[in-house]
Nanobody
Framework: QVQLVESGGGLVQAGNSLRLACTAS????????IGWFRQAPGKEREFVAA????????YYADSVEGRFTISRDNAKNTVYLLMSSLKPEDTAIYYC?????????????????WGQGTQVTVSS
């Protein structure tokens, strides 16, 4: 397994951008698929974006498609989530997660390792 640490959260005004980072420790980071999820108060954890290990293929939730971009730098053991045109409804704790193999990358249950999360607050 890998250990994951998120960073980059904070308070931002609507319309602005923020970049989150998910840094992993452990071996073979490049073998892991990485997903970003978020959880707002009183709501279930939901899929945001994912990037596959080998092909680098990306997946996005409809709510963030065109506004968010996921990327990875395997040399730095880091996956980024660039969030643009932020809206108040993007406010949540953002988590990154890791899994191996092929499957439904939007499913919470698919992932084996999770970070502690980073708070993102978007003011109107």
């Amino acid at each position: 397994q890998v250990q994951l640490v998120e960073s980059g959260g904070g308070l931002v005004q609507a319309g602005n951008s923020l970049r989150l980072a998910c840094t992993a420790s452990g071996r073979a980071f490049s073998n892991y698929n990485i997903g970003w999820f978020r959880q707002a108060p009183g709501k279930e954890r939901e899929f945001v974006a994912a990037i596959r290990s080998s092909s680098g293929t990306t997946y996005y939730a409809d709510s963030v498609e065109g506004r968010f971009t996921i990327s990875r730098d395997n040399a730095k053991n880091t996956v980024y989530l660039l969030m643009s045109s932020l809206k108040p409804e993007d406010t949540a704790i953002y988590y990154c997660a890791a899994c191996l193999g092929i499957g439904n990358y939007a499913s919470v249950g698919r992932y084996d390792s999770w970070g502690q999360g980073t708070q993102v607050t978007v003011s109107s």
